[in-house]
C-alpha cells in the first residue's frame, strides 16, 4: 500500500516540478521513489494477513504484493531507459507524471477488491496512456495511435462497466470475495444476466490484455507510439493487466469456471494463431513484437485456463510476466537505440553483429527468450505453460500451442539473422548507446538468463 | 564429480576463448580439448565393468519444486559417446588449422561450448536436463553455420533450426506428459528411471502417442527419411568444421537418445509402432544411397550416405535386441570417424583444387599417391570392408534387424551394396584415371591435414581388427538395458 | 421490483441504449459522435446500475455510478485534446482519415 | 607345427607391411625377394604342418588367436582351424602362390608399380590364407571380401586407365552383391545355431528343419556365384583380365576365384542335407559350364579365352559339388590350379615376348621361337582337355562319373562342355604356335623367350600338371584315392559311387576318345586347312556375331540393372527428394506466410472497421456461451 501511495506522490511532486525547477533532480528523485516503494511494498510480505484498505477495496496479498514488485522492477529500469527520451521534449515533468500515475493505475490493478477498483485502476492506468501514445504532437502515426487506442479502449471499458452493473445486479455487491461466496452459495438460482456479465467482462479484460478477437488495437497503438511508450504498454500495462484479469477471474468467478473457461479457450486459440501468423509477415520490428506480445498474452491465459483453482498458476503468471517483462524491456531498449533514424523495419538490424556486438548479442539473447529456448527465462516460461496444459482437457489447444511458437521461432530468428548473418547496406555507422541505457539493456538481458538458468529463485518465491 | 567436469571444462574453454581474444586461438584451443580427451580417458579409467550401469553419479536438486535435478551420470553407453565427442573435437579443431576464420576465438568458443552440451546430453539422468542440453546443443552450431558458412546459409541453417526445433518442441510435451504421469510419493519426479516406470505404466495408446512425439525430435536430428531434407543443405553450407560436428557428434543425439530415452519408456509403444518407424529407417537407407549414387557434389553425396548408414543405424536400434542395440553403438563410433574423415577430405579436394565436383576432378592420384591411400582407406572404412571399422557394427546391425525381420534385414543389407556403389564410382572419379582438367594441381598435404588424416585411418583399421576394449564395454550396457527392455 | 415495475423492464432499457450506443460508435465516422455514443452507453450503465441499487437497495451502486461520470468527463477530456491536435494536422475529424497504421 | 600354423598368414602380411612402408625406398630386386621369401616361408610352414597332420591322428585342430566380437549370445573369437581341408588348400596358395611371385619378379620387372604390386600380391596371400583357415564363417568372410579388395586393386593396377578401374570396381561391385548374400547366410547360420564356427554347428545340423538348412544352403551359395563367378554373376571375371596376367593366374584361376568351391565343401552337410539347394548348386554350374565354353569359342583376345575356360572349370567343380562329388570337386580345384595357373603363365609369357599384344590373330608359328613356354603351354593344354594320365582327366573324369550316376542329362551337358573345352584351347594352342606369324615386324623382331624367373615357374607348373593327377587315382582301378581319403573327416555325409566298374570304363572311355576325336577335328581345321579367325566382327555369321559379343549379357545387365538404377536415382533425387518431400517442408513455410497474409487482412487500420469485428467477436462468443450448452 505504502508503494502506492509513493509512487501517487512522486506524481503530485514531478508536477511541482515546472514549478519549483528542479527539473533535473526529477530523474533521480523518481528512481529513489521508485526504490523505496519496492522496499516497502516488500516490507509487507510477510504480515501474515493481507491487510485492506479503503473499506476492504484494496488489499495487498502475497500475490499483489509480487506483481507489484514485477512492475515497479521493471518501471525502475523503463525510467532509466526513457531518460534521454524525456530529455528531448519539451514538457518533460507531464510525461514523468503521466507515467507515474499510469503505474498508480497499475499497482490498483494488482491488489483491486472490488469492481469499483479495478475499474478505477484500468481507467487510472489507460487514461494516461492514451495521452502518452499521442504524445508526438506533430507526428500523425502517434496521434492516430492514441486516438485509436482512447476510443476503443474507452468502448471496451464500457462493456466492463455493463459486465460490472450485470454482475452487480445478480450479486448486490462490487466487492470480489462477496461475489465468490454469494455465486458459490447460491449457483443454481443465477439469474441468465449474470453469465452475460461474466461474458462481458471477460471481453473487456481480453481487450486489455489484447487477446484475439480483441486485439486489433495493439499493432496499431505498438507501432503509432514512441518506441518507448510501447516498451511501456507491453511490460507494465500487460502485467498489470493479467494481475488483474487472475484476480478478478481465479478470485472472483473460479466457482463458475464453466460459465468462461470454454470461451476462454477460443479466445486464446484464435490469439495464437492470429498473433503468430501474422508476426511472421511483418517488416516492422516494432509490429512484430506486438504480434508477438498477443501471442506471449495467449500463453499466459494458457495458463489460467489451465488450472483455474491452483495457485501453481499464479506462480506460472509470476514468472512468466517477470520474463516477459525483462526480456521486452532489453528488446525495446535495443529498438529504441536501433530505430533511432526512423528505420523500424529489420533490415535495421542488418550487421548489428558487427556494428555493436554487446546490442547484438543481448538481442539475441532477448529473442531466443521470447521464442522460449532453453536456457533463457523464456524457455522455462513456456514449459510451465505447458505443464499446467498437459493437465487440462484442452490438449489440442497445448499442440496448437507447439505448433505455433515453432512458426514463432521463425520471426524471431528473422532478427538473429539480420543481425548476423545479413550485412549493413547502406551506412554501416556503430551504433552508440548511453553507457546508462547499456547497463540497463546488459542487466535485463542478464536477469533473464540468470532466472532462465535458476528459475528457482522465482518460481518458488510466492507460496501464495 | 569427474562427470561434472567433463561437462564445465569445456565452458570454461569456451570462456577463456570469448574473453582472451587470443591471435592463437587455434592452438590453445586444439590444447584445451586435448585435455578434455585426458579427462574422459580418465573417465574410461574410472570406469568399472559392472553392470550395474551408472557410475560418477553427480546430483544436486535444481529446481526442488519441480522435482528437476542437475543429475548427470555416467554409464557404458555415455562412456563411448563421451570418449567419440571428446576425442574427435581435437581432430575437428586440428582439421580447421588451413581454414581462415573471421574472430576465431569466437568460433572455437562455440565449438567447446557446444561440446559441452552434447557431453551434458550424453550424461544427463535427468529428462529435464536432458532436453535443456538437447536444445543448448542446437545455439551453437547454429550460429557456427550462420556465421561462418557458406552462401545462402541464411535461409538454410533458419531452416534447420526451425526444423529441429519443431521436433524438439514435440518431444518437451512427451516428455512432459511422461512427467505428469510419476509418482514418487505423491511428487513427480524427473528422474530417468521414474520416467521409466511412468511411461511402462501407460495403456498403449497412451504410449504410442509419447513415442511418436518423442521419436519425432530423434528422427528428425538423426535424421530419419522423409524428415531429411534440411540436412543436406546444412551439411554442405555449414562451414567444414561445423559440418563434422553435425554428423560426427550431433547425430549421434538422435540415435543415443532413442536407445536412452525412448526403448525403455514405451514398450508397448514401440511394440505397436517400431515396425513403422523400422520400415522408414530402412526405406531411407536405400532411398538415400541411391540418391548418393547421382551426386556431383562430394560433400552432399557423404550428405546423403550418412542419411544411409544413420537409417541403418536407427533400425538396428528400433529392432531393440543385442546385437542391433550393440551394431548401433560401435556404428555410431566407427561412423564418426569415418565421416570426420571423408568431410575433410572433402575440404582439402576444395582447398587444393577449388572444386568438389566428381566430374570435374581426375587423376588426382598420380599426384599425390600418398593422399590417395588415405582416402581409400577411409572409404573402406565407409563400405564396411571387414577388419574397419565399419564392419563389425554393421554385422552386428544387419543381424540385429534380421532378427526383428529377415525381408527388412535383407532390404537393409542393399546398402552393402549401394554404398561399394557410390563410393568406389566417387573415389574413381576423384582420384583414378588421367586428369580431367589439366591445370588442377594437387600438391602435398599440409601437416595438420595430414595428421588428422593419419589418426583417422589408424583408429579405423586398429578399432576394426581389435574392437574389444569399446566393444565389452557396448556389450555390456546393451545388456543392461536389455533388461529393462524386457 | 421496483415501485411495481419489473427490473427486466429497466434491465431492457439499459440494455437497448446500450446497444443503440454501440451501433453509434460502428456506424458513424465523425469522432465527436463517437465519443456521444460512448456516453450513452456509460450512461444505460449508469441507469442500470442505479435501478440495481434501488434494487437490493445498497447505495454502493450508486457510488458507483459517480465514479463513472467523473472517470467519463476524463476520458472525453483527454479524447477531446487529442482530436483537437489530430485536426491540427490533417483539418478534420473523420475517423476515416486514421488508418494509415494497417496490416 | 600345426599349433604355429598362424606364421602362413603372418608372413605374408609381414611381406605386405615392409612392402608397404618401404617398397618405395628399396631396390626392385629386394622388395621382389622379400614378398617372394614372404611366401616361400609359408609354404615351408605350411608343409611341415601338413606333413605332421597326415602323421596325426587329431584331424581337427583349432588354433585361437583372440576374441574379436562378442555381442551376447554371438560369440566370435578370431581363430583357425587346421584340418585337411585347410591344410590342403594352404598347400596350393602358398605353393603356387610362391611360383606367381617368382614369375612376376620377371613379368613386372619394368614396371614402376613394382614394390606397389607386390605389396598388393602379399595382402592377397594373406587373405586367402584367413579364407581357409578361418575356423567360423565370419573369418572366412574377412578373407572372402579382403581377396575382393586385393583383386580389386591388383585389375586396377594400372589406375590411369579407365577401362581397367570400370573393370575392377565392376569386380567389387558384383562380388559384394554375392557377398550380401553370404552375410545374410551367416546371419541365418548364428540365429539357427546360435554359432558360427564350423567345428560346432554341422553335427547339429541334421535336428534343423530342411527349409531352414535349404535358405542357408542357397543364401551361401549366392555368395560362391559371386567369388566364383558362376551364372549370371560371372561377367566381372573375364573383364578382370585387365590385371597383370600374374594376377589372372593367382586370383582369378589358382586361388581366389575357387573359394566358392571352398565354402561349399566346407558347408557340404548343409548341401548334402538339402536336396534342392544341391540340385540348384549342380544345375547352375553346368549351365555356367556349359555357357562360358561357348563363348570361350570365338574370342581372339587369349587371357579372355583362358577367362572364359576358367569360368566354365568352375562351373564343372560346381556340377561335381552339386552331385556330392565334394572331394572330386576338390581334386578339379587342384589340378585346375596347376594346369590353369600354367596357361596363363603361359600366355603372360607369350604376351611378355609380343611385346603386350594379346590378340591371337595377331602371333602364330610362335612354336619355334619360344620353346619352353609353347612345350609347357602344351602340356596344360593336354591337361586340361582331359588326355590321360594327364592331371585334368582324372579330376575331371570323377566329377563326370558322379553327375552319371546322379542324372543322364547333367552328365551329357558335362561331357560336351569338356569337348567344347578341349575344342578351343587347341584352337588356342594353334592359332598362337603354329602357322605363320602374323603380327609386325617390330614384335617379330621382338620376339624372344623369357628370363629363367618365368620360365622355371612354367616347367615346374607343367610337371604338377601332367603328374598331379596321382592325388586322386580312380578306385576302381584298384588304386589309392588320396584325395577321397584325406578329406574324409571333412565331408561328414558320405555318398559312395555305386557304378558297376564297366559302366566306369565306359564313361572313362567315351570321354578320352570324344575329347581326342575333338582334337583331331580342331587339328584338321586349324593346322591342316589353316583356318583364322575372322578379322573384323562384319565377317562373322549371325550366330557367331552373337557368341563373338559374348550373348551381350554384359549390355543386358546394363539395360537392367545400371540405367534402371541411375535413372531411379536421379527421379528420386530430382523429383522426389527436392520436389515432393522437401517441396512439402517449404510448403509448410509457404503456407505459412499464406496464412499470415490472408489473416493481416483484418489489420486493415480503419477504426470502425476494428469496432465492427470487436462487436462481432463478441456476438459470437455471446452465442458460444449460450448456445454450446
Given at each position: 500500500m505504502k508503494g502506492l501511495l509513493i509512487i501517487s506522490a512522486l506524481g503530485i511532486i514531478a508536477m511541482l516540478a515546472e514549478i519549483f525547477k528542479f527539473k533535473k533532480l526529477l530523474l533521480p528523485i523518481v528512481l529513489l521513489g521508485i526504490v523505496a516503494a519496492y522496499a516497502f511494498n516488500f516490507m509487507e510480505w510477510n504480515t501474515s494477513m493481507s491487510i485492506s484498505y479503503f473499506d476492504n477495496m484494496i488489499a495487498f496479498d502475497k500475490m499483489g504484493i509480487a506483481f507489484s514488485g514485477i512492475i515497479l522492477a521493471t518501471a525502475f529500469f523503463w525510467f532509466i531507459l526513457a531518460n534521454d527520451y524525456f530529455e528531448e521534449d519539451s514538457n518533460t515533468v507531464d510525461h514523468f507524471a503521466l507515467v507515474l500515475f499510469a503505474l498508480v493505475g497499475a499497482l490498483m490493478l494488482t491488489s483491486f477488491k472490488n469492481m469499483t477498483t479495478l475499474f478505477l485502476g484500468i481507467e487510472i492506468m489507460s487514461i494516461p496512456l492514451y495521452v502518452l501514445a499521442a504524445s508526438k504532437k506533430k507526428d500523425l502515426k502517434s496521434n492516430e495511435a492514441g486516438f485509436k487506442y482512447l476510443i476503443m479502449g474507452s468502448f471496451a471499458s464500457a462493456f466492463l462497466l455493463f459486465g460490472i452493473a450485470l454482475v452487480y445486479g445478480a450479486t448486490g455487491s462490487f466487492d470480489i470475495m462477496q461475489i465468490r461466496t454469494y455465486v458459490s452459495a447460491n449457483s443454481q438460482s443465477l439469474p441468465l444476466f449474470f453469465n452475460v456479465g461474466i461474458v462481458m467482462l471477460l471481453v473487456a479484460m481480453c481487450f486489455k490484455v489484447s487477446a484475439a478477437p480483441f486485439h486489433f488495437w495493439a499493432p496499431d497503438v505498438y507501432?503509432?507510439?514512441?518506441?518507448?511508450?510501447?516498451?511501456?504498454?507491453?511490460?507494465?500495462?500487460?502485467?498489470?493487466?493479467?494481475?488483474?484479469?487472475?484476480?478478478?477471474?481465479?478470485?472472483?468467478?473460479?466457482?463458475?469456471?464453466?460459465?468462461?473457461?470454454?470461451?476462454?479457450?477460443?479466445?486464446?486459440?484464435?490469439?495464437?494463431?492470429?498473433?503468430?501468423?501474422?508476426?511472421?509477415?511483418?517488416?516492422?520490428?516494432?509490429?512484430?513484437?506486438?504480434?508477438?506480445?498477443?501471442?506471449?498474452?495467449?500463453?499466459?491465459?494458457?495458463?489460467?485456463?489451465?488450472?483455474?483453482?491452483?495457485?501453481?498458476?499464479?506462480?506460472?503468471?509470476?514468472?512468466?510476466?517477470?520474463?516477459?517483462?525483462?526480456?521486452?524491456i532489453a528488446a525495446f531498449g535495443i529498438v529504441y537505440n536501433v530505430t533511432r533514424n526512423g528505420n523500424q523495419n529489420t533490415d535495421a538490424f542488418n550487421g548489428l553483429a558487427k556494428r555493436n556486438p554487446t546490442m547484438a548479442f543481448c538481442m539475441a539473447v532477448a529473442m531466443l527468450s521470447l521464442a522460449g529456448i532453453p536456457i533463457t527465462s523464456g524457455f522455462f516460461a513456456k514449459y510451465f505453460v505447458f505443464t499446467a496444459m498437459i493437465t487440462t482437457p484442452y490438449k489440442w489447444l497445448l499442440i496448437l500451442a507447439v505448433i505455433t511458437s515453432a512458426v514463432g521461432a521463425y520471426y524471431y530468428l528473422k532478427v538473429i539473422i539480420a543481425m548476423y548473418f545479413k550485412t549493413q547496406v547502406a551506412e554501416t555507422e556503430t551504433i552508440q548507446v548511453e553507457k546508462s541505457q547499456t547497463l540497463v539493456i546488459v542487466l535485463t538481458t542478464l536477469v533473464t538468463l540468470v532466472i532462465g538458468i535458476v528459475p528457482g529463485l522465482v518460481a518458488n518465491m510466492f507460496k501464495v | 564429480?569427474?562427470?561434472?567436469?567433463?561437462?564445465?571444462?569445456?565452458?570454461?574453454?569456451?570462456?577463456?576463448?570469448?574473453?582472451?581474444?587470443?591471435?592463437?586461438?587455434?592452438?590453445?584451443?586444439?590444447?584445451?580439448?586435448?585435455?578434455?580427451?585426458?579427462?574422459?580417458?580418465?573417465?574410461?579409467?574410472?570406469?568399472?565393468?559392472?553392470?550395474?550401469?551408472?557410475?560418477?553419479?553427480?546430483?544436486?536438486?535444481?529446481?526442488?519444486?519441480?522435482?528437476?535435478?542437475?543429475?548427470?551420470?555416467?554409464?557404458?553407453?555415455?562412456?563411448?559417446?563421451?570418449?567419440?565427442?571428446?576425442?574427435?573435437?581435437?581432430?575437428?579443431?586440428?582439421?580447421?588449422?588451413?581454414?581462415?576464420?573471421?574472430?576465431?576465438?569466437?568460433?572455437?568458443?562455440?565449438?567447446?561450448?557446444?561440446?559441452?552440451?552434447?557431453?551434458?546430453?550424453?550424461?544427463?539422468?535427468?529428462?529435464?536436463?536432458?532436453?535443456?542440453?538437447?536444445?543448448?546443443?542446437?545455439?551453437?552450431?547454429?550460429?557456427?553455420?550462420l556465421v561462418w558458412g557458406g552462401e545462402n546459409r541464411g535461409a538454410i541453417t533458419f531452416k534447420f533450426f526451425v526444423y529441429t526445433l519443431f521436433g524438439s518442441l514435440f518431444m518437451l510435451v512427451g516428455l512432459i506428459y511422461l512427467y505428469n504421469h510419476t509418482n514418487v510419493e505423491g511428487l513427480k519426479s524427473w528422474a530417468i528411471n521414474d520416467l521409466y516406470t511412468a511411461g511402462r505404466s501407460l495403456t498403449e495408446t497412451q504410449q504410442s502417442a509419447v513415442f511418436w512425439l518423442i521419436f519425432i525430435a530423434f528422427a528428425i536430428k538423426m535424421p530419419i527419411f522423409p524428415l531429411h531434407t534440411w540436412q543436406p543443405n546444412t551439411y554442405v553450407n555449414a562451414p567444414t568444421q561445423g559440418t563434422m560436428l553435425l554428423s560426427g557428434i550431433m547425430l549421434k543425439m538422435g540415435t543415443f537418445g532413442v536407445i536412452k530415452w525412448l526403448l525403455p519408456m514405451v514398450p508397448l509403444g514401440l511394440e505397436k509402432w517400431g515396425a513403422t518407424a523400422i520400415g522408414l529407417s530402412v526405406v531411407g537407407i536405400v532411398y538415400a544411397s541411391c540418391i548418393a549414387i547421382v551426386q556431383k557434389d562430394y560433400k552432399r553425396l557423404i550428405a546423403y550416405s550418412s542419411i544411409a548408414h544413420v537409417g541403418l543405424i536407427s533400425a538396428g536400434i528400433l529392432s531393440a535386441n543385442q546385437q542391433g542395440i550393440q551394431g548401433a553403438l560401435m556404428q555410431m563410433l566407427a561412423h564418426g570417424v569415418s565421416v570426420i574423415g571423408l568431410f575433410l577430405i572433402a575440404d582439402i579436394l576444395l582447398r587444393h583444387t577449388g572444386t568438389r565436383d566428381v566430374d570435374k576432378l581426375g587423376g588426382i592420384r598420380s599426384m599425390n599417391g600418398n593422399?590417395?591411400?588415405?582416402?581409400?582407406?577411409?572409404?573402406?572404412?565407409?563400405?564396411?570392408?571387414?577388419?574397419?571399422?565399419?564392419?563389425?557394427?554393421?554385422?552386428?546391425?544387419?543381424?540385429?534387424?534380421?532378427?526383428f525381420n529377415a525381408w527388412a534385414a535383407a532390404f537393409a543389407g542393399l546398402t552393402v551394396i549401394l554404398g561399394a556403389v557410390y563410393m568406389l564410382r566417387s573415389y574413381q572419379n576423384i582420384m583414378l584415371g588421367e586428369r580431367k582438367d589439366s591445370h588442377i594441381a594437387f600438391g602435398s598435404l599440409a601437416s595438420s591435414d595430414k595428421w588428422v588424416l593419419y589418426i583417422v585411418v589408424i583408429v579405423i583399421i586398429a578399432f576394426g581388427v581389435y574392437p574389444k576394449p569399446l566393444n565389452d564395454i557396448a556389450e555390456e550396457s546393451v545388456k543392461q538395458l536389455m533388461l529393462n527392455l524386457k | 421490483m421496483i415501485n411495481g415495475i419489473s427490473i427486466n423492464y429497466y434491465l431492457l432499457l439499459s440494455t437497448v441504449l446500450f446497444i443503440i450506443g454501440a451501433v453509434g460508435v460502428m456506424a458513424r465516422r465523425n469522432s465527436i459522435i463517437i465519443f456521444m455514443c460512448i456516453e450513452l452507453m456509460l450512461n444505460a450503465v449508469n441507469l442500470l446500475l442505479v435501478s440495481f441499487s434501488t434494487l437490493h437497495n445498497d447505495a454502493s451502486g450508486q457510488v458507483f455510478v459517480f465514479f463513472i461520470m467523473a472517470v467519463a468527463a476524463a476520458e472525453v477530456a483527454v479524447g477531446l485534446a487529442i482530436l483537437s491536435m489530430i485536426y491540427r494536422n490533417v483539418k478534420s475529424i473523420d475517423t476515416d482519415l486514421l488508418s494509415n497504421l494497417k496490416k | 607345427m600345426i599349433k604355429l600354423i598362424a606364421l602362413v598368414p603372418l608372413f605374408p602380411l609381414l611381406g605386405f607391411l615392409m612392402n608397404g612402408f618401404f617398397g618405395k625406398k628399396i631396390s626392385k630386386g629386394l622388395s621382389g625377394s622379400i614378398a617372394s621369401l614372404a611366401i616361400l616361408a609359408s609354404f615351408i610352414v605350411s608343409v611341415l604342418a601338413f606333413i605332421e597332420l597326415q602323421g596325426s591322428t587329431q584331424k581337427e585342430n583349432i588354433i585361437n588367436i583372440f576374441s574379436w566380437i562378442n555381442s551376447g549370445t554371438l560369440q566370435i573369437p578370431f581363430e583357425f582351424l587346421y584340418d585337411p581341408l585347410s591344410s590342403l588348400f594352404l598347400l596350393i596358395i602358398t605353393g603356387i602362390g610362391f611360383l606367381i611371385h617368382v614369375y612376376s619378379t620377371g613379368y613386372m620387372h619394368?614396371?614402376?608399380?613394382?614394390?606397389?604390386?607386390?605389396?598388393?600380391?602379399?595382402?592377397?596371400?594373406?587373405?586367402?590364407?584367413?579364407?581357409?583357415?578361418?575356423?567360423?564363417?565370419?573369418?572366412?568372410?574377412?578373407?572372402?571380401?579382403?581377396?575382393?579388395?586385393?583383386?580389386?586393386?591388383?585389375?586396377?593396377?594400372?589406375?590411369?586407365?579407365?577401362?581397367?578401374?570400370?573393370?575392377?570396381?565392376?569386380?567389387?561391385?558384383?562380388?559384394?552383391?554375392?557377398?550380401?548374400g553370404f552375410l545374410l547366410g551367416i546371419i541365418l547360420i548364428y540365429i539357427t545355431f546360435g554359432s558360427i564356427s564350423y567345428t560346432e554347428i554341422f553335427d547339429k545340423a541334421g535336428s534343423v528343419s530342411p527349409a531352414t538348412i535349404t535358405a542357408i544352403a542357397l543364401l551361401l551359395f549366392v555368395g560362391a556365384m559371386g567369388k566364383s563367378a558362376q551364372l549370371p554373376l560371372y561377367t566381372w571375371l573375364p573383364d578382370a583380365m585387365a590385371g597383370p596376367t600374374p594376377v589372372s593366374a593367382l586370383i582369378h584361376a589358382a586361388t581366389m576365384v575357387t573359394a566358392g568351391v571352398f565354402i561349399v565343401v566346407r558347408s557340404n552337410v548343409f548341401y548334402?542335407?538339402?536336396?534342392?539347394?544341391?540340385?540348384?548348386?549342380?544345375?547352375?554350374?553346368?549351365?555356367?559350364?556349359?555357357?562360358?565354353?561357348?563363348?570361350?569359342?570365338?574370342?581372339?583376345?587369349?587371357?579372355?579365352?583362358?577367362?572364359?575356360?576358367?569360368?566354365?572349370?568352375?562351373?564343372?567343380?560346381?556340377?561335381?559339388?552339386?552331385?556330392?562329388?565334394?572331394?572330386?570337386?576338390?581334386?578339379?580345384?587342384?589340378?585346375?590350379?596347376f594346369f590353369k595357373a600354367l596357361l596363363f603363365l603361359g600366355a603372360g609369357s607369350v604376351i611378355h615376348a609380343m611385346g603386350g599384344e594379346q590378340d591371337i590373330r595377331k602371333m602364330g608359328g610362335l612354336s619355334g621361337k619360344i620353346k619352353i613356354t609353347f612345350i609347357t603351354m602344351l602340356l596344360g593344354t593336354i591337361a586340361i582337355s582331359g588326355i590321360p594320365p594327364f592331371s585334368g582327366f582324372f579330376s575331371k573324369d570323377e566329377i563326370l562319373a558322379h553327375t552319371y550316376e546322379h542324372s543322364k542329362i547333367l552328365w551329357l551337358l558335362g561331357m560336351i562342355t569338356s569337348m567344347l573345352t578341349a575344342f578351343y584351347m587347341f584352337r588356342m594352342l594353334f592359332i598362337v604356335f603354329f602357322g605363320k606369324f602374323r603380327g609386325t615386324h617390330a614384335q617379330e623382331h621382338h620376339l624372344h623367350e623369357s628370363p629363367t624367373s618365368m620360365t622355371f615357374p612354367l616347367i615346374v607348373l607343367?610337371?604338377?600338371?601332367?603328374?598331379?593327377?596321382?592325388?586322386?587315382?580312380?578306385?576302381?582301378?584298384?588304386?589309392?584315392?588320396?584325395?577321397?581319403?584325406?578329406?574324409?573327416?571333412?565331408?561328414?555325409?558320405?555318398?559312395?559311387?555305386?557304378?558297376?566298374?564297366?559302366?566306369?570304363?565306359?564313361?572313362?572311355?567315351?570321354?578320352?576318345?570324344?575329347?581326342?576325336?575333338?582334337?583331331?577335328?580342331?587339328y584338321t581345321l586349324f593346322m591342316k586347312h589353316k583356318v583364322l579367325p575372322a578379322e573384323k566382327e562384319s565377317q562373322l555369321k549371325p550366330w557367331q556375331k552373337v557368341i563373338y559379343n559374348k550373348y551381350y549379357v554384359d549390355e543386358f545387365f546394363d539395360i537392367i540393372i545400371r540405367k534402371p538404377l541411375d535413372a531411379i536415382s536421379t527421379v528420386f533425387y530430382k523429383f522426389l527428394d527436392l520436389q515432393i518431400i522437401d517441396g512439402i517442408v517449404n510448403g509448410v513455410g509457404t503456407a505459412v506466410k499464406s496464412i499470415g497474409s490472408i489473416v493481416r487482412l483484418a489489420q486493415q487500420g480503419n477504426i470502425g472497421f476494428y469496432i465492427i469485428s470487436m462487436v462481432m467477436g463478441i456476438v459470437f462468443i455471446v452465442l458460444l456461451t449460450f448456445l454450446v450448452k
Open positions: 507501432e503509432g507510439s514512441p518506441t518507448l511508450i510501447t516498451a511501456l504498454m507491453s511490460t507494465v500495462v500487460k502485467t498489470a493487466a493479467f494481475a488483474a484479469f487472475l484476480r478478478l477471474f481465479m478470485v472472483g468467478f473460479a466457482g463458475v469456471s464453466e460459465m468462461w473457461t470454454g470461451v476462454l479457450a477460443v479466445v486464446v486459440a484464435l490469439s495464437l494463431v492470429i498473433a503468430n501468423f501474422s508476426a511472421a509477415m511483418q517488416n516492422s520490428v516494432k509490429r512484430m513484437l506486438a504480434f508477438s506480445s498477443i501471442s506471449h498474452a495467449a500463453f499466459m491465459l494458457m495458463i489460467i485456463l489451465a488450472n483455474v483453482r491452483s495457485n501453481l498458476s499464479v506462480n506460472a503468471l509470476i514468472y512468466y510476466s517477470l520474463a516477459y517483462s525483462f526480456g521486452s | 564429480m569427474l562427470t561434472l567436469l567433463l561437462i564445465t571444462f569445456p565452458l570454461l574453454a569456451a570462456l577463456i576463448l570469448f574473453l582472451a581474444k587470443s591471435k592463437t586461438s587455434k592452438t590453445i584451443a586444439l590444447a584445451l580439448s586435448v585435455v578434455e580427451f585426458i579427462i574422459a580417458l580418465a573417465a574410461f579409467g574410472l570406469y568399472k565393468h559392472n553392470p550395474d550401469a551408472c557410475q560418477l553419479w553427480f546430483n544436486v536438486a535444481w529446481v526442488q519444486s519441480l522435482g528437476i535435478h542437475f543429475n548427470v551420470a555416467i554409464n557404458g553407453m555415455s562412456l563411448l559417446m563421451i570418449l567419440l565427442t571428446t576425442f574427435l573435437v581435437p581432430l575437428i579443431i586440428l582439421s580447421s588449422f588451413k581454414n581462415e576464420y573471421a574472430k576465431e576465438y569466437n568460433f572455437y568458443g562455440l565449438i567447446f561450448v557446444m561440446q559441452m552440451a552434447l557431453i551434458g546430453v550424453f550424461t544427463a539422468n535427468d529428462g529435464f536436463l536432458f532436453y535443456v542440453f538437447w536444445e543448448l546443443a542446437l545455439i551453437p552450431i547454429y550460429f557456427i553455420c593422399f590417395a591411400l588415405l582416402f581409400l582407406i577411409i572409404i573402406l572404412g565407409a563400405v564396411a570392408l571387414p577388419l574397419t571399422n565399419g564392419f563389425i557394427g554393421e554385422f552386428l546391425l544387419i543381424n540385429g534387424i534380421y532378427q | - | 619394368d614396371d614402376e608399380g613394382f614394390s606397389r604390386f607386390f605389396t598388393y600380391l602379399n595382402l592377397f596371400v594373406f587373405f586367402m590364407l584367413l579364407l581357409v583357415l578361418g575356423n567360423n564363417y565370419l573369418i572366412t568372410f574377412v578373407g572372402w571380401e579382403g581377396v575382393g579388395l586385393c583383386s580389386y586393386l591388383l585389375i586396377g593396377f594400372w589406375f590411369k586407365n579407365t577401362a581397367y578401374n570400370n573393370a575392377a570396381k565392376k569386380a567389387f561391385i558384383m562380388n559384394r552383391i554375392g557377398d550380401l548334402s542335407l538339402s536336396e534342392v539347394a544341391s540340385h540348384t548348386v549342380a544345375v547352375v554350374g553346368v549351365l555356367t559350364a556349359l555357357f562360358a565354353a561357348t563363348i570361350g569359342l570365338l574370342q581372339n583376345d587369349i587371357k579372355k579365352i583362358l577367362a572364359y575356360s576358367t569360368v566354365s572349370q568352375l562351373g564343372l567343380m560346381f556340377l561335381g559339388l552339386g552331385v556330392g562329388a565334394y572331394s572330386s570337386a576338390v581334386f578339379h580345384v587342384t589340378t585346375h590350379a607343367a610337371t604338377l600338371s601332367v603328374i598331379g593327377g596321382v592325388l586322386g587315382l580312380p578306385q576302381f582301378w584298384g588304386l589309392p584315392n588320396w584325395m577321397h581319403h584325406n578329406l574324409d573327416e571333412v565331408i561328414k555325409i558320405k555318398n559312395p559311387s555305386i557304378l558297376s566298374h564297366e559302366t566306369e570304363w565306359k564313361l572313362m572311355g567315351l570321354a578320352v576318345a570324344s575329347a581326342a576325336s575333338v582334337i583331331y577335328f580342331a
